[in-house]
């Protein structure tokens, strides 16, 4: 069973950078499938933030591209978000998840981890 | 970007009550590329079903999703006291992935 584990620093100041890892248990990240990153807004909205392939290629949301970094480690069996000039707007649950693609379409989600919150403020 | 809208916002039913969630997209959605999650208070959301109609593993059968184009439902047959959460409808049919704001129901 695949387990998901979020961690990263709970506060960040505003202008600098969000970073994130998620580490995966129960499944090797090599071994197939996108891995991607969801955030919750405290008013309970979800956003899709991107999603990761083990071979390195990446699908960003457009609202996010300019300023988020999906990475893999596949030697750790984890993947990294990193968001960058980041304001108050952008705290939120930050969620990891094992992702599934379909031809012609997109992604859902069909595990997630716990989640961790991230605060923006000085 | 393609918007999802669902209601009712809210619903309060008993146990054994049959329940109904309408998920309503701006547009079409191709190839019926529409998830279901069941989010409970301090946990993360879960898969419910995908395809529109088709059950994730491990999903009671009273779980059941149908519809097509713009227009989609989750029905929960006959509501279990675990089945207060709030549930979001997710689309996958565009590039860029959208969630609805949820409907919460709630078992009295």
């Known amino acids: 069973q695949v387990q998901l584990q979020e961690s990263g620093p709970g506060l960040v100041k505003p202008s600098e950078t969000l970073s994130l890892t998620c580490a995966v248990s129960?499944?090797?990240?090599?071994?197939?499938?996108?891995w991607g990153w969801i955030r919750q807004f405290p008013g309970k909205g979800l956003e899709w933030i991107g999603s990761?392939?083990?071979?390195?290629?990446?699908s960003y949301n457009p609202s996010l591209k300019s300023r988020v970094t999906i990475s893999e480690d596949t030697s750790k069996n984890q993947f990294s978000v990193k968001l960058s000039s980041v304001t108050a707007a952008d705290t939120a649950v930050y969620y990891c998840?094992?992702?599934?693609?379909?031809?012609?379409?997109?992604?859902?989600?069909?595990?997630w981890g716990q989640g961790t919150l991230v605060t923006v403020s000085s | 970007e393609i918007v999802l809208t669902q209601s009712p916002g809210t619903l309060s039913l008993s146990p054994g009550e049959g329940a109904t969630l309408s998920c309503r997209a701006s547009q079409r959605v191709s190839s019926s590329y529409l998830a279901w999650y069941q989010q409970k208070p301090g946990q993360a959301p879960r898969l419910l079903i995908s395809g529109a109609s088709s059950r994730a593993t491990g999903i009671p059968d009273r779980f059941s999703g149908s519809g097509s184009g713009t227009d989609f439902t989750l029905t929960i047959s006959s509501l279990e006291p675990e089945d207060s959460a709030v549930y979001y409808c997710q689309q996958y049919g565009s590039s860029q992935v959208t969630f609805g704001p949820g409907t919460k129901v709630d078992i009295k």
């Open positions: 990761i392939y083990h071979t390195g290629s990446t």
């Open positions: 998840a094992r992702v599934a693609r379909v031809p012609g379409g997109s992604e859902y989600f069909q595990h």
């Open positions: 129960g499944f090797f990240i090599s071994s197939g499938y996108y």
